[in-house]
């Protein structure tokens, strides 16, 4: 049974506990982000205490540099079996039922012709056609069923592992929403004079590949969609509930979109009246969007077209109260309700600009 290092030397960065220590840690972590994500939006001050402790842990418990959460490894790793995914067992799938589709065709050219022959069987040969035929029927017929039999089983493997990828990447996007929970507390406590250690750089190359995950998982439900609906024989889908994690996927990704929008550059925390302040807001998946690519068209009354370098997309900026910000964080997305506000702010509105060198879709305000 393996023992516990006895010093707190041995689970430093070289110290031989440090595995075993790190591995604890960053599981008991990982168990607090899990209650913290899964915690009801209308527990507003439990949230923000809950966050506040992992912060506090995971900067106090250990050594400094010894538990650096860098949670690429996962997202990578579900990317490359995303892409294993669709290069074999997604064409293997279209493969056959591509194959299946091409003898369907010569069981029903067979068929065909067994039917022209009816009424012909007194002729001369005809009856050794029709028993010819009969039998690749027959044989074509047994095939054809030992083919569906086989596309249906492909079938269930392939969705029994986009299933098990959907929860994993439930699991991944809960933990990324996490660290972003934390780095915003970082930045209320920064106020105080409290360090700021976490990296919305880090968290916004966890947010972008985390996007293109389940953006590749989408476009493969989509493509098994297409299978399904240009299929010539009806699946037994009772199980395979196709359309259902399709909408599962597209809220998952409509939430990160939203999660991603994040104030990079704080407002003080106390706003005086007549006082000039910066601020600056960031998509963190803008640049995996093109947001900055899109190019509008435009018809002039000459009737001519006219196509801009780039859409300019303004974000306007409102100051609110706590008791106003704690309604807007419990209010549903589906609620259009018009933004109640408790001040206004002159030079509010702000372009969203893409820097490429940074990957960085950012709109400041001054």
């Not at 009246?273 to 640049?287: I, W």
């Amino acid at each position: 049974m393996p023992t516990l290092p006895s010093r707190r030397s041995e689970v430093g960065p070289d110290g031989p506990g440090q595995e075993m220590a790190s591995a604890l840690v960053s599981a008991l972590i990982r168990e607090l982000q899990r209650v913290h994500a899964a915690m009801d939006s209308a527990h507003f001050v439990a949230r923000n205490n809950l966050a506040e402790a992992i912060n506090d842990f995971s900067n106090g418990a250990t050594d400094p540099g010894f538990w650096d959460p860098d949670h690429m490894t996962d997202i990578l790793e579900m990317q490359n079996n995303l892409r294993q995914m669709k290069e074999v067992d997604l064409r293997h799938l279209e493969e056959e039922q591509e194959n299946f589709h091409i003898q369907y065709n010569k069981y029903e050219n067979i068929n065909r012709a067994l039917n022209s022959l009816q009424g012909r069987e007194g002729q001369q040969g005809v009856e050794a056609k029709v028993l010819l035929l009969q039998n690749q029927n027959a044989e074509m017929q047994q095939n054809l069923k030992m083919k569906f039999a086989a596309i249906e089983e492909t079938r269930k493997a392939y969705w029994q592992k986009q299933l098990t990828n959907f929860q994993r990447l439930q699991a991944l996007q809960e933990v990324v929403e996490s660290e972003l929970v934390m780095y915003k507390r970082e930045q209320q406590l920064a106020g105080n004079g409290t360090p700021i250690t976490r990296s919305l750089d880090k968290i916004q190359s966890w947010f972008e590949r985390l996007f293109e995950s389940i953006w590749e998982m989408r476009q493969q439900i989509t493509t098994f969609q297409r299978l399904r609906e240009s299929s010539k024989f009806q699946f037994n889908d009772q199980v395979i509930q196709v359309d259902s994690l399709a909408s599962e996927v597209t809220k998952l990704l409509s939430t990160l979109i939203t999660k991603a929008f994040v104030i990079e550059n704080q407002p003080p925390q106390v706003v005086k009246t007549c006082t000039k302040f910066a601020a600056s807001v960031r998509l963190l998946v803008g640049g995996k969007l093109n947001i900055h690519m899109i190019s509008p068209q435009v018809n002039h009354p000459n009737h001519y077209t006219s196509s801009f370098p780039f859409l300019q997309i303004q974000v306007t900026a409102s100051i609110v109260s706590e008791a106003q910000a704690r309604q807007l964080y419990q209010r549903d997305n589906s609620q259009t309700s018009r933004i109640h506000t408790c001040g206004e702010i002159l030079n509010n509105k702000g372009t969203i600009e893409y820097h490429p060198s940074s990957r960085q879709l950012i709109a400041s305000f001054r």
